[in-house]
């Protein structure tokens, strides 16, 4: 049974940090590219950051570029998403994204809200 399942998401205060994890299992999650994405009320899903399977190249999306960081840990099959200097902005639902081929994987999402 495929599941990702992310976690540490929470409430902080602006100018603060949140470190989400999420965490594979039913599939072969170093063949995978690994993506976090995240969707705020009234607004499309986007793309926040990825990391490839073996190589661990990362990209971002230019609003997150410098504050967050995409990371895995293969022998734990986990993917992690450290934000740091959190802006009201980024208060959303972010999802876990496993993707290889034409196979693609999502987590439940994990609530992030920013406000002071």
């Known amino acids: 049974q495929v599941q990702l399942v992310e976690s540490g998401g929470g409430l902080v205060q602006p100018g603060g940090s949140l470190r989400l994890s999420c965490a594979a299992s039913g599939f072969t999650f170093i063949r995978y590219a690994m993506n976090w994405y995240r969707q705020a009320p009234g607004k499309e899903r986007e793309l926040v950051a990825s990391?490839?399977?073996?190589?661990?190249?990362?990209t971002y999306a230019d609003s997150v570029k410098g504050r967050f960081t995409i990371s895995r840990d293969n022998a734990k099959n986990t993917v992690y998403l450290q934000m740091n200097n959190l802006a009201p902005e980024d208060t959303a639902v972010y999802y876990c994204?496993?993707?290889?081929?034409?196979?693609?994987?999502w987590g439940q999402g994990t609530q992030v809200t920013v406000s002071s």
């Open positions: 994204n496993a993707i290889w081929r034409s196979a693609t994987h």
């Open positions: 990391i490839t399977s073996i190589g661990g190249t990362t």
